[in-house]
Nanobody
Framework: QVQLVESGGGLVQPGGSLRLSCAAS????????IGWFRQAPGKEREGLSC????????YYEDSVRGRATISRDNTKNTVYLQIGNLRPEDTAVYYC???????????????????WGPGTQVTVSS
């Protein structure tokens, strides 16, 4: 079973950027898709982006499309989510999740994944 740990969260000013990391332990990481999610206080968990095992054609939801980039480095068992032009409404706990997937498949639906990290807090405030 793959275990995940997120890092890179913190306090950032509006308009700033962050690079979140999702480090995976375990073998055969290159058979796994990764999704990024977030949950703000009082709101449901929201899917943001995902990347397939082959890393081709990543997907972004409208909330981050155009200001986020997801990438993976299978040699480091790590997936990254770079988000720019951060806004106060981006404040949330950010999670990554993983599960085995078809070579070119991924999802931003939480039910697709069975392994979740503990999350990292991102606060956007001046």
């Amino acid at each position: 079973q793959v275990q995940l740990v997120e890092s890179g969260g913190g306090l950032v000013q509006p308009g700033g950027s962050l690079r979140l990391s999702c480090a995976a332990s375990g073998s055969n990481f290159d058979y796994y898709a990764i999704g990024w999610f977030r949950q703000a206080p009082g709101k449901e968990r929201e899917g943001l982006s995902c990347i397939s095992p082959n890393g081709i054609n990543p997907y972004y939801e409208d909330s981050v499309r155009g200001r986020a980039t997801i990438s993976r480095d299978n040699t480091k068992n790590t997936v990254y989510l770079q988000i720019g032009n951060l806004r106060p409404e981006d404040t949330a706990v950010y999670y990554c999740a993983t599960d085995r997937a078809p070579w070119s498949g991924c999802s931003t639906k939480a039910t697709f994944y069975s392994n979740w990290g503990p999350g990292t807090q991102v606060t956007v405030s001046s």
